[in-house]
């Protein structure tokens, strides 16, 4: 690679250089004790999946370039040019990861490997090497965004069948989806399947909420990809439409990473802060059986059933116990997982890893601590409130033959729902 | 106070003490000089309020309580080796001035004891949780991880500390002349007193200062600015 090349991949570290990012890529002690919190590096036991590693990929390239030292002694740090050799191993690692921060968690420093990661994402997308899988999904969603005119009938006529099942449930002919309203309160972002429309549909109904449903899929490949123009094109579409409508809150399906880009990235992406609430069907679901707006029968299931931390909602946002309570309340035999909580094990299959059926083989061996921690339990359901999480534990349950039901939240709270 | 020595053991100090705050002024306000990044990614759970931030950042720098769960041995050592590198940090202010309350107390033979022992023990934990670092560096997964900074560092102290101990354990000068030697430094007329100048011991003083001078004068480029970087990076966790 000419010597010009390198140079401007390297400089998408200074143009991405902030506080947080220099503080990680100066102090790092190199003492592993990142190691044994990344399922990837437990499991394989492969020194590249260790969060150190993996964060000295991109140190390697920034004291070589950016610090006197470096500059002066490369050899001192192992000073690296972002050559052929390292790109392929950046793309092997970066993309590898699911974004779970458990490192961090463990990290003395509190060291945010997938912060130092998105760099590497970034650099792979200036050499022309992005994840191309990736990259079509993200693709593909933008050009919805552009053509929404064409979809939209599509989508109207494909739920059709969900609505009756609304009716049915709900015992009221006159219950329709609520589409492009204006001033509705809320507007709800679903995911790709009815799976994440009919139950949130029946839970707002009988909360007699004033929602109306997104033309567009909240899951976020550009994201993902590491490319945050995309990014904030996939979710401006939703923005745009809330503020089209005028609605007071955008809330969010059961997924974890679109939540997160929802509530925490898009005002740093888009430079703007958002007119409107962004939450999580889970606060919302926690919301409506706390104000006695919906009310589930107690113990309605009773075969054994634990709950999995989703690390974008639990370590990641924060909900630990609201989740949980409605669990223990439809629940009559919950258990816990260990470790749980914010120190819950990671699924194998955030970041994107789902999606990539290259990755398939990797997800189910670093799973592996997922499914040990699964069946100490002994539950037969596992309630998890993230569509990348159950992606993940429906693989895991066929490969290792856990024989469990997974299932999301608003599922379980319809199922127990009283209407 | 021979030529060598005054160079080593008197200039060359003041340049290291230079390079040392310059060194870490500069890093710490080209820290304060990068922008933050417009979002608040901490982890939870985190405290609400301001001061609790605060509380949660300062015991998970000093304690680090999750390493605790994860990696107990390295928590261990780690936590002997920076305990006992601050005591010893501590009892080398004695030479700057006499800990007065302590002699009055204890009279000046208790005091001798006192800091024979405490020295003396912190002086071989700290060895022996350097030489522990140094040897796990060479192991895997550690070495794969590691770059000579890593080891650079582990040997510049672990040198510091064998001089030290050297001089600990198989001086015969007492503490009263090396106070007067730092004493001669901080009036910026680095000499030894006859009794030093006339010890064998003073090339190991030498030599423990020069190491030290060097460890310094990196400490500013190296990994070490975690001593402040600990503290303001666990403040963006709980952000
Ligand atoms: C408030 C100040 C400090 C804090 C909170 C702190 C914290 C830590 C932590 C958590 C580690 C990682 C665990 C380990 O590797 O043992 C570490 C490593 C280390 N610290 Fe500190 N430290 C501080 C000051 C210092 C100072 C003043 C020195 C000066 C010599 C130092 C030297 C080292 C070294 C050499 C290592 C790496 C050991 C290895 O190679 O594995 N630290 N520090
Ligand atoms: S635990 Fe933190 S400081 Fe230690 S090697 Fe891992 S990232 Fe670096
Ligand atoms: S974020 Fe999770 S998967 Fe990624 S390096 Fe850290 S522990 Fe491993």
């Known amino acids: 690679m000419p010597g010009k090349k390198l140079e401007t991949l390297a400089g998408v570290i200074d143009a991405k250089m902030n506080r947080q990012l220099k503080l990680y890529l100066d102090i790092c002690a190199r003492c592993a004790i990142c190691r044994d919190a990344c399922h990837q590096y437990v499991t394989t036991q492969d020194v ?102 064409l979809y939209k009938d599509i989508m109207r006529d494909v739920l059709k069948t969900a609505e009756k099942e609304m009716q049915d449930k709900v015992g009221d002919k006159e219950a329709h989806f609520p589409y492009d309203k204006e001033g509705a309160n809320v507007l709800y972002a679903a995911l790709a399947g009815t799976h994440s429309i009919l139950p949130a549909a029946i839970i707002f109904h009988m909360a007699k909420e004033d929602w109306t449903l997104s033309m567009f899929e909240a899951a976020n490949y550009g994201y993902f990809l590491g490319d945050a123009a995309k990014a904030k094109e996939i979710a401006g579409r939703i923005i745009d439409e809330a503020k089209k409508l005028k609605v007071k809150e955008v809330v969010v399906s059961e997924c974890g990473h679109a939540h997160r880009v929802f509530k925490f990235f898009y005002e740093m992406w888009a430079k703007e802060k958002l007119p409107f609430k962004v939450s999580s069907i889970l606060d919302k679901v926690s919301e409506y059986i706390t104000d006695g707006r919906i009310s589930v029968d107690p113990g309605k299931i009773d075969i054994p059933v634990t709950y999995h931390d989703p690390c974008q909602v639990g370590r990641n946002y924060g909900l630990f116990e609201e989740p949980r309570a409605v669990v223990k309340e439809i629940c009559s035999d919950f258990r816990e997982m260990t470790p749980n909580r914010a120190k819950n094990w990671c699924c194998g299959g955030g970041g994107g890893l789902v999606a990539e059926p290259a990755l398939e083989e990797f997800r189910k061996t670093t799973g592996k601590l997922k499914v040990d921690q699964i069946r100490d339990t002994g539950a037969k359901m596992v309630v998890s409130p993230c569509e990348n999480c159950r992606l993940q534990l429906d693989t895991l349950n066929e490969h290792y033959k856990m024989d469990i039901e997974i299932t999301s939240m608003i599922d379980l709270v319809v199922r127990a729902l009283k209407t | 106070m021979d030529l060598f020595s005054f160079t080593i053991a008197g200039l060359m100090v003041y340049a290291a003490l230079a390079v040392f705050f310059i060194g870490m ?59 006992a590198g601050l005591l010893i940090f501590f009892g080398h202010l004695r030479l700057i001035k006499e800990f007065t309350p302590i002699v009055s107390a204890l009279g000046s033979k208790g005091m001798d004891t006192l800091a024979f022992v405490t020295g003396g023990t912190f002086g071989i934990v700290i060895t022996v949780v350097v030489i522990y670092y140094l040897f796990r560096r060479f192991a895997s997964p550690y070495k794969d991880i590691s770059v000579p900074e890593d080891y650079l560092l582990l040997i510049l102290i672990l040198l510091v500390i064998t001089m030290g101990n050297h001089l600990r354990f198989f001086g015969d000068v007492h503490v009263a002349d090396y106070r007067a030697y730092v004493q001669s430094v901080l009036l910026f007329r680095p000499s030894f ?47």
Request: hydrophobic share 45%; with cysteine.
């Open chain 2, 193 to 239: 007193d006859a009794a030093l100048a006339h010890s064998s011991i003073r090339w190991s003083l030498v030599a423990h200062v020069f190491l030290a001078n060097i460890l310094l004068m990196y400490f500013p480029f190296s990994k070490l600015t975690h001593t402040v970087g600990a503290f303001l990076a666990n403040l963006v966790r709980s952000d």
């Open chain 1, 48 to 149: 590249r999946y260790l969060p150190a590693y993996r964060a000295e990929l991109i140190r390697r390239i920034y004291k070589k370039y950016f610090t006197k030292t470096g500059q002066f002694v490369p050899s001192l740090y192992e000073g690296r040019d972002p050559d052929e050799n390292l790109l392929e191993e950046l793309y092997d690692v970066m993309y590898a990861c699911t974004g779970c921060r458990r490192c961090m968690y463990y990290c003395p420093y509190s060291i945010d490997t997938t912060w130092i990661q998105s760099v590497g994402k970034a650099m792979l997308l200036a050499a022309g090497k992005g994840s191309e899988m990736l990259t079509q999904l993200a693709d593909a969603a933008i050009d919805k965004g552009k053509n929404i005119d």
């Open chain 2, 25 to 83: 002024t500069y890093r710490i306000c080209h820290w304060f000089s990068t922008p933050k990044a417009s979002i608040r990614l901490g982890m939870f759970p985190k405290p609400k309020t301001r001061s609790g931030r605060w509380l949660k950042m300062l015991k998970d720098t000093i304690l680090f309580p999750q390493a605790l769960d994860v990696d107990p041995t390295m928590w261990f050592m780690a936590i002997a080796f920076h305990v």
